[in-house]
């Protein structure tokens, strides 16, 4: 927990015991269904926790918004984030049943209240949300279109898509032939594992 502490030194010691809790439901989970490799899972918190965070780094997200978490897998970033802004209401989706039931079951044992979670394609999704976070699920020209329509007509100050990625994007940002702003998160972690990890943002249109 000194890593979240050292980069999130406003965590309040109710939200610090909500990360260990999470972590705990999170190990107990993947025993059974393989959420994460085995070599992620001991670096759990770098890995999947403060990547997660990396998206609050570039973003506050305002009280009462809307965010929504596509192909969530285990409740990635979307659980760690809704344990940070617990005034922000968090719908994560994946199309893998039992991911979701995961999902659903941790945010139940956390008592997140502010998180709902449904088996369902992003294209699928109906309801409009300010933000719309996801981890590397597919390349930036496949994703945008599926999201594309998902933003309320006057989100919130900084609406779009916050998607976490990794490597050399500039090839992939031009394919998509979208406006991006990247951000690297190894300007806030000096982990070696951040080095090229990059959170993109997608103004909402």
Do not use: C
């Amino acid at each position: 927990m000194n890593l979240l502490q050292h980069h999130f030194p406003q965590l309040t010691p109710q939200q610090l015991e909500l990360f260990k809790q999470f972590e705990a439901e999170f190990r107990a989970t993947n025993e059974a269904i393989n959420l994460v490799s085995r070599p992620d899972m001991e670096n759990f918190t770098e890995r999947h926790v403060l990547h997660s965070l990396g998206i609050a780094k570039v973003v506050q997200f305002p009280k009462g918004s809307a965010v929504l978490d596509v192909g969530t897998g285990g409740g990635l970033p979307g659980l760690p984030l809704a344990i940070l802004f617990p005034e922000v209401h968090f719908h994560l989706v994946d199309s893998i049943g039992k991911k979701i039931r995961a999902v659903q079951f941790m945010a139940a044992a956390l008592g997140l209240n502010n998180v709902t979670a449904e088996q369902t394609r992003a294209e699928q999704v109906r309801a409009k949300y300010d933000f719309v976070v996801s981890r590397a699920v597919a390349r930036l020209a496949t994703f945008h279109p599926w999201i594309a329509h998902r933003f309320k007509p006057q989100g919130a100050p900084g609406a779009g898509l916050y998607y976490l990625k990794g490597g050399d994007l500039t090839e992939e940002i031009a394919e998509s032939g979208l406006k991006a702003r990247v951000t690297n998160l190894s300007d806030f972690y000096p982990e070696e594992f951040f080095e090229t990890k990059k959170v993109v943002f997608v103004p909402a249109k």
